[in-house]
């Protein structure tokens, strides 16, 4: 009988532990169940931007320059070349007043007909390094002033600018031809170096539009200012012609941020008058393109 009773119970006592749900089943009152937590995106770094300008100066280093007011347009960039450079003091000049910077010069003068000038690639020191520097060697004696290469570093994008001031005179044959063997030089200055990313840079006293920069463009290079009109040249009325330009191959140079610009140094920096800037500061505006040099170089 006792054994009866005792089966009973443990049959009874089976059943209800069978009932009971285990601990893994329990729903909190008020809580729901933790879900899966999302992959966290990859960070990606924040584009670490370098603003490269071009700037004919006019004859900086002979007579009167309003030297605070260049290099405070200078000091809103990272990189600038510099046309018309007639005299190292005058580039000495200009870095007395840009603390942290430093700066490339051509090593000697060029030039033809009793006329030269220099060549100069300021840059900021915290943000670019320079790597190399000559002028080109100029055996065939195609241009009347001798192009510059500077070549240089932000972070791990490096790059080689060439600078031109091509011949003005009057006739614009000599112009074209000096443009269009800027093809070729670039062709030899690239097979020499291993260099993908060349920017061809200066006043170059032609428009945008003249037929020569098919030397350039048969190449890949692509005005950087498409196919907008960049007044730069600056007379007593306004913004002239479209003279300073910035060439490079977008396919090589993916750093380049699509964008090309004139400063306005009449409005910003000479109270809007055109014919005060051109004699106190330069007859030319800078032009200036950004560049991401935040991630890793693509050669």
């Not at 006792?2 to 119970?9: D, E, H, K, T």
């Not at 060549?119 to 520097?133: E, Q, T």
């Not at 306005?264 to 991401?292: E, M, W």
Request: hydrophobic share 40%; aromatic share 8%; proline share 7%.
């Amino acid at each position: 009988m006792r054994s009866a009773r005792l089966a009973v119970l443990l049959a009874f006592a089976a059943v209800a532990l069978s009932a009971c749900p285990g601990p893994s089943t329990v729903a909190t009152p008020g809580r729901r169940p933790p879900r899966a937590r999302p992959r966290t995106p990859p960070v990606r770094p924040a584009p670490r931007l370098i603003h490269l300008a071009s700037w004919n100066l006019k004859r900086l280093g002979h007579g009167t320059k309003r030297f605070d007011l260049a290099a405070r347009v200078i000091a809103q960039q990272d990189v600038v070349a510099l046309e018309e450079v007639m005299t190292p003091g005058g580039v000495d000049e200009l870095l007395r007043r840009l603390p942290g910077w430093g700066a490339l010069v051509s090593p000697a003068p060029v030039g033809r007909a009793g006329y030269s000038e220099l060549y100069a690639v300021l840059y900021r020191k915290d943000a670019v390094r320079p790597l190399d520097s000559f002028t080109v060697d100029d055996a065939r004696d195609e241009f009347a002033r001798e192009p510059f290469v500077a070549c240089l570093a932000a972070g791990a994008f490096d790059f080689c600018t060439v600078v031109i001031h091509v011949v003005f005179g009057g006739t614009v044959g000599p112009r074209d031809a000096e443009i269009a063997a800027l093809g070729p030089l670039v062709d030899r200055l690239a097979s020499r170096s291993g260099e993908r990313d060349w920017l061809i840079i200066g006043d170059f006293n032609r428009p945008a539009s003249a037929r020569s920069f098919s030397a350039l463009t048969s190449r890949g290079f692509a005005m950087a200012t498409g196919d907008r009109l960049l007044l730069t040249s600056i007379a007593s009325g306004g913004y002239r012609s479209d003279y300073d330009h910035l060439l490079l191959r977008p396919a090589n140079t993916r750093e380049w941020r699509s964008d090309c610009d004139r400063i306005d140094i009449v409005a910003d920096d000479c109270g809007g008058d055109y014919a005060a800037c051109a004699r106190d500061l330069s007859d030319h505006a800078p032009i200036r393109a950004t560049f991401d040099a935040s991630g890793p170089d693509d050669d």
